[in-house]
């Protein structure tokens, strides 16, 4: 698998938590997950796309450090292989 650029990760997680919560106004790389509603559930099912598309595993401890769609984007850059 290429590596992505953080952009290409930003693009694609924030369509990951688009249909996961279904936002009415939407949502940007600077949208707060909590601001979403986002629980510990729809972190799981968040973390288990994540894992899917780009084979990077966010341990349940980082993932509650991740508030936005930008630092889960730059957290999965940094864990890419």
């Not at 930003?10 to 939407?26: A, D, F, N």
């Not at 341990?59 to 940094?78: G, H």
């Amino acid at each position: 698998m290429a590596v992505a650029t953080v952009q290409e990760i930003s693009q694609e997680v924030t369509e990951i938590v688009y249909e996961t919560k279904k936002p009415e106004g939407g949502l940007d790389i600077h949208t707060k997950l909590s601001d979403l509603g986002v629980d510990g559930f729809d972190k799981v099912e968040i973390a288990a796309a994540i894992e899917e598309r780009f084979g990077v595993e966010i341990p349940e401890k980082e993932f509650r450090n991740l508030d936005t769609v930008l630092e889960v984007s730059e957290y999965i850059a940094e864990h890419q292989s």
